[in-house]
């Protein structure tokens, strides 16, 4: 498939093209709202990382948060529903959120105001393509990866975030013994992060019976709700980082 071409806003409001191969994400057309740019002007340059891609070298933490602490990293935290809570929960840990969709950002922003933290870090990009580059080597002591794009059909799973390749790129950069927490709500994907992550001589399964129990520690946003609703059922699970 050929790769795709996207316009990605650079710290000065300029655009540039940044290219890609496939995706773990489909642009969604919806409208950002008033208080959405509202929070994107007034705390962009505060809380979003410069993260222009290709990056020169990877990002330092340490620099990034103006202080050294444990880095958790979620990939997709979509309108920050549960990621702002769970951060304001860490005041003892910096943690750095990949998020694709601007008017998520701007939601995202407003939240943190509100929280009033200031331990939370937004890089407004795809992960699949810029975690390699932007995420040093053996940094991350926790990843959340909390109900990826779950691409039902059968010809789009290529797309799919969790694959051994990326597998194989999140071993490189979590330290030994980190925790790599996933949920989702679709049952062949979660057979598929258990197939993948379980065969994977990097990771363990935090529980022998395969499936985590549900994780306390993360709120339930609106979008889980909506999936109970629906009749879903939502899969845990836990791999440990060998």
């Known amino acids: 498939m050929a790769g795709q071409t ?3 806003p650079t710290s000065a409001g300029r655009t540039e093209q940044v290219r890609r191969g496939i995706v773990s994400f489909v642009r969604r057309g919806g ?3 008033v208080a959405q740019r509202r929070n994107l002007d007034r705390y962009r340059h505060r809380w979003v990382v410069d993260a222009t891609l290709p990056a020169a070298e990877p990002l330092d933490p340490a620099a990034v948060f103006g202080r050294e602490a444990p880095l958790i990293v979620e990939i997709g935290p979509g309108m920050g529903e549960s990621l702002v809570p769970m951060a304001a929960a860490r005041p003892e840990a910096n943690v750095l959120a990949f998020e694709v969709y601007e008017p998520a950002v701007g939601s995202i922003l407003g939240k943190i105001a509100e929280a009033g933290i200031e331990n939370l870090r937004v ?4 992960a699949a393509a810029a975690f390699e580059q932007l995420i040093p080597a ?3 002591d926790r990843l959340w990866t909390f109900f990826p794009d779950p691409w039902p059909k ?3 799973h290529k797309r799919r975030l ?4 990326f597998a194989d790129l999140v071993a490189t950069r979590m ?4 925790i790599w927490r996933l949920a989702t709500d679709w049952e062949d994907y979660a057979g598929q992060m258990r197939e993948v992550l379980d065969d994977h001589p990097r990771f363990v399964n935090e529980y022998r019976e395969g499936w985590a129990p549900r994780w306390e520690q993360r709120p339930m946003t609106r979008f889980e709700e909506r999936g109970i609703a629906a009749g879903r059922h939502i ?3 836990a791999y440990r980082r060998r």
Do not use: N
Not at 162 to 165: D, G, K, L
Not at 175 to 178: A, L, V
């Open 6 to 8: 996207a316009d990605r």
């Open 31 to 33: 409208r950002i709202t």
């Open 154 to 156: 059968k010809k789009h």
């Open 235 to 237: 899969f845990d699970l």
């Open 138 to 140: 053996e940094s991350i």
């Open 175 to 178: 330290k030994r013994h980190g």
């Open 162 to 165: 969790v694959s051994r390749s």
């Open 123 to 126: 890089v407004e990009g795809d």
